[in-house]
């Protein structure tokens, strides 16, 4: 295992009634700018909820973050901040706007050229603007994790700053019924694949993050195809957000090496032709393992035999058999495996790989072994 330090500060308000707990979390001191998206939490009892909480708070608010948060959109919520001189923001929705709303919070102070340089160039933050968030998507871990991205066109960047990580993350599940069978798949596949980039790749003996990690697959394995059954579990729903926060919330990743080679490549299908977040990741996952066998092997069969109960045969025949039983569960979830499914072509593969090397994605990988040409492979394969 590798030295790690280690802190994760968000306060967690977990389960049903929660959102009025923000109540006390914002001080009542604060100009508070709440943000949201195109309207779900108007939808669905949310938003009133949050107008109850902050009765006693000063506030006004900013919708409009659209899924994959635009450049363009966060800007007009920064010169408002600029020029209204809000001091707190409270995030309300999806991994859209919670990333947004993190990326607003380093911007508004930003001394740079262009905020753009946070995400293009790593510009430095100096400070934030405190942020909480009422995630109602459970996917990304974004509640209580230090990163975003953002969206400009057909780039689709990342940053991860200290500073931005949300004072507290309220999650209540029943504000999750709500959600479509499309992002209920969507987020359970998104988690499950955060906790394969930090754990599918070779041993580091770090028992603890390999078992919480089975632990959380486990679960998403259990509860996700039951809301494909009945978008209304609500027990199901309660463990599959409680596992989308802890896939990302940054515990299971200290310590041993991360790949992201899944999200890096899988960005191009979204940037590129608009793809969902989660569905670029079933896609390409079992693409990746199957370029990358020979230096996942020994965690590709720990992670049959933990999670899929595949103990017979050789090692080739039990990776092949992990691999299609990976492939099952995305499409038991109603996600795709393949590239053609959802009409990309090779054509489509060159503009992805145009992308990826304008991006600069040529080491990727827990090794940094995925270079253009294993890409190309990983998409061909995908086809
Ligand atoms: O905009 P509204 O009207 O709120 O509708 C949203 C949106 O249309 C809707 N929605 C959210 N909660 C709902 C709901 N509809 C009904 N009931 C509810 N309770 O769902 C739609 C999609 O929302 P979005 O926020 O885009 O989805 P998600 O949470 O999957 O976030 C995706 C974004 O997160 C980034 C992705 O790249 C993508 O931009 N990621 C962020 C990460 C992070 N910060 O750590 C890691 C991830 O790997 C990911 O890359
Ligand atoms: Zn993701």
Not at 17 to 31: E, L, R, T
Request: glycine share 8%; with cysteine; net charge negative.
């Amino acid at each position: 295992m590798n030295n790690f330090s280690y802190q994760n500060t968000t306060e967690i308000h977990f389960g049903q009634g929660q959102i009025a707990a923000i109540a006390n979390s914002i001080p009542k001191d604060k100009k508070i700018l709440v943000t949201y998206g195109g309207g779900s939490i108007k939808g669905n009892g949310v938003y009133d909820q949050v107008v109850a909480a902050l009765s006693e708070h000063n506030w006004d608010e900013f919708s409009g973050i659209e899924p994959n948060p635009q450049y363009d959109t966060l800007m007009k919520a920064v010169e408002r901040i600029r020029a209204e001189g809000f001091d707190y923001l409270l995030a309300v929705g999806g991994g859209s706007v919670v990333d947004g709303t993190k990326f607003i919070a380093a911007a508004v102070s930003y001394q740079g050229e262009e905020e753009w340089d946070i995400l293009a160039k790593q510009g430095k933050i100096e400070s934030a603007l405190p942020l909480g968030c009422i995630m109602t998507l459970p996917a990304t871990g974004s509640e209580t994790n230090i990163g975003a991205v953002v969206t400009r066109g057909k780039e689709k960047l990342a940053f991860m700053h200290p500073s931005v990580r949300p004072q507290f993350a309220v999650l209540d599940p029943q504000t999750t019924l709500s959600l479509s069978e499309r992002q209920t798949s969507n987020g359970v596949v998104d988690a499950f694949i955060h906790v394969m980039e930090q754990y599918l790749t070779y041993p580091a003996n770090a028992k603890i993050q390999d078992r919480f990690a089975e632990g959380i697959l486990l679960t998403l394995v259990e509860e996700g195809p039951k809301l494909m059954t009945d978008l209304q579990d609500i027990e199901a729903r309660t463990n599959v957000m409680w596992a989308a926060t802890q896939a990302l919330s940054g515990l299971i990743g200290v310590g041993v090496p991360q790949d992201w080679a899944t999200h890096m490549i899988g960005h191009e299908l979204t940037g590129n032709f608009g793809v969902d977040h989660g569905r670029s990741l079933t896609i390409i996952l079992p693409a990746i393992m199957q370029v990358c066998r020979a230096e996942k092997k020994a965690k590709l069969l720990q992670y049959g035999e933990r999670v899929w109960n595949i103990t017979e045969g050789s090692d080739d025949a039990r990776i092949d058999a992990i691999i299609t039983r990976t492939k099952q569960f995305f499409i038991d979830m109603n996600t795709p495996v393949s590239l053609s499914e959802i009409d990309l072509t090779q054509a489509d593969i060159d503009t992805a790989m145009a992308s990826l090397e304008a991006h600069g994605m040529t080491k990727l990988g827990e090794n940094g072994s995925i270079d253009l040409e294993r890409s190309r492979q990983i998409y061909q394969t995908a086809l």
